[in-house]
C-alpha cells in the first residue's frame, strides 16, 4: 500500500510516518519541512518538498496513492493569537488542495486529522464525538486553528464526492512527547521551571502559569496515539469521527508538580490572568474506538518521564 502523508515531518507525522513504514507500507511525505525534523525519519521513507498550498505539485505527487493522509496545519497556540492569518491559509487551501488530489485520482482512502479544539468548551466532559462544535467568538484569533479543523471536517464529509472514497476523520486530544517542539504546555512548562531553577538555590524555583492551574487536560503519549490511529487507518468506519487520546484529566498545577518532581525540584506557582478562549477541561470519550475493538494502554507516567528528561537534555545542550 502507498501511504502519501502531508506535513508528515511534523512531532505526530514524524512519528506516524515511521510507524507506518516499519509496518511494511511504502510511505511518502509531502512537506515544507519548516519545523526541520526531517532527521528522525526512516530513511526508506521519500521525502518531497511541497507546500500543502501548492495545488499543481500536490495533485502531481499524490498519483499513484492508496491511503492518503491529511496532517498539515500550523500548531502551536503562540501561531493562533500572532499569525491567524496563515494558520488560516494553510489550513483552508490545505484542505482544498487534498480533496482535490484523492477526487482526482480517486484514492481509496483519505484520513483527516482535526483536533479537540473543535469542542472549544464542551458541554460534557468526558466529551464524546457527537459533541456540538463551535466558535464561540470569531473576533479571536484564536479560533482561527479550530475554525479551519471545522471546516476541514466539513468539506472532507461534503466534497470528497466520489463514493468509492472511504473518508476517516481523527481528533488527538493533548498528545506529547520527546521533540514535540516548544509551543505546546508540556515543554513550555518544563522550559519554565529548567530556567528558572538555573537562578535559585538548592534547587527551589518560581514559575508563573496562565491560570489558577485548575485547568484539565487529558495528556496521551505519543507511542499510545500512534496506536490509536493505525488502528482508525485499518479499522475506522467510512464517515466517522473518533477521538484520539486517554481519558485521564489532570490539573495544569498537578502537572506541573510532576515535572518539578521529575526533575528534583522544589516549585512555587505564581498564578496569572488566563487568555481568553482557553478551555477550563479537555478530556475525550474514547469509548467509540474501544467499542471497534481497540485495546487501550495508558503509557502517561513513564511517557512524561521520558519526555521531561529528553527536554532537560535538550535545554541543557541550547544552553537555554
Known amino acids: 500500500m502507498n501511504v502519501l502523508i502531508t506535513g508528515g515531518s511534523g512531532f505526530l507525522g514524524t512519528n506516524l510516518s515511521n510507524f507506518i513504514s516499519k509496518k511494511?507500507?511504502?510511505?511518502?511525505?509531502?512537506?515544507?519541512?519548516?519545523?526541520?525534523?526531517?532527521?528522525?525519519?526512516?530513511?526508506?521513507?521519500?521525502?518531497?518538498?511541497?507546500?500543502?498550498?501548492?495545488?499543481?505539485?500536490?495533485?502531481?505527487?499524490?498519483?499513484?496513492?492508496?491511503i492518503f493522509i491529511h496532517l498539515a496545519f500550523v500548531n502551536g497556540t503562540r501561531y493562533f493569537y500572532e499569525n491567524p492569518e496563515l494558520v488560516l491559509d494553510v489550513g483552508i487551501k490545505g484542505i482544498l488542495n487534498s480533496i482535490e488530489c484523492i477526487n482526482t485520482h480517486n484514492i481509496k482512502k483519505f484520513i483527516l486529522a482535526s483536533s479537540s479544539e473543535v469542542y472549544n468548551e464542551p458541554n460534557q466532559v468526558p466529551t464524546n464525538e457527537n459533541e456540538i462544535i463551535k466558535i464561540p467568538d470569531v473576533l479571536n484569533p484564536r479560533f482561527s486553528y479550530s475554525g479551519g479543523k471545522i471546516i476541514s471536517e466539513i468539506l472532507t464529509i461534503n466534497s470528497a464526492n466520489q463514493k468509492e472514497i472511504e473518508k476517516i476523520i481523527f481528533r488527538p486530544h493533548n498528545i506529547f512527547g520527546k521533540n514535540m517542539g516548544e509551543e505546546h504546555v508540556i515543554p513550555e512548562l518544563i522550559k519554565k521551571i529548567y530556567i528558572a531553577s538555573k537562578y535559585f538555590k538548592e534547587n527551589n524555583c518560581t514559575i508563573e502559569i496562565q491560570?489558577?492551574?485548575?485547568?484539565?487536560?487529558?495528556?496521551?503519549?505519543?507511542?499510545?496515539?500512534?496506536?490509536?490511529?493505525?488502528?482508525?487507518?485499518?479499522?475506522?468506519k467510512n464517515n466517522n469521527v473518533y477521538n484520539v487520546g486517554i481519558n485521564n484529566e489532570i490539573s495544569i498545577l498537578d502537572l506541573a508538580k510532576k515535572i518539578a518532581s521529575i526533575l528534583k525540584i522544589d516549585l512555587k506557582i505564581e498564578i496569572t490572568e488566563n487568555r481568553i478562549g482557553s478551555a477550563k477541561r479537555r478530556c475525550p470519550d474514547i469509548e467509540k474506538i474501544i467499542n471497534l475493538g481497540f485495546n487501550l494502554e495508558n503509557n502517561f507516567e513513564q511517557g512524561l518521564i521520558s519526555t521531561v528528561n529528553w527536554y532537560k537534555e535538550y535545554y541543557l545542550n541550547k544552553n537555554v
Not at 526541520?36 to 500536490?58: G, P, Q, T
Not at 507511542?223 to 479499522?235: E, P, R, S, T, V
Open 24 to 66: 511494511g507500507f511504502n510511505v511518502k511525505i509531502l512537506d515544507n519541512f519548516s519545523r526541520n525534523m526531517h532527521k528522525n525519519i526512516n530513511s526508506e521513507i521519500e521525502l518531497i518538498d511541497c507546500d500543502v498550498r501548492d495545488k499543481e505539485n500536490l495533485i502531481k505527487y499524490s498519483k499513484n496513492t492508496d
Open 211 to 236: 491560570g489558577n492551574g485548575s485547568q484539565t487536560r487529558a495528556f496521551c503519549y505519543i507511542d499510545d496515539a500512534i496506536d490509536q490511529i493505525f488502528f482508525l487507518i485499518k479499522n475506522g
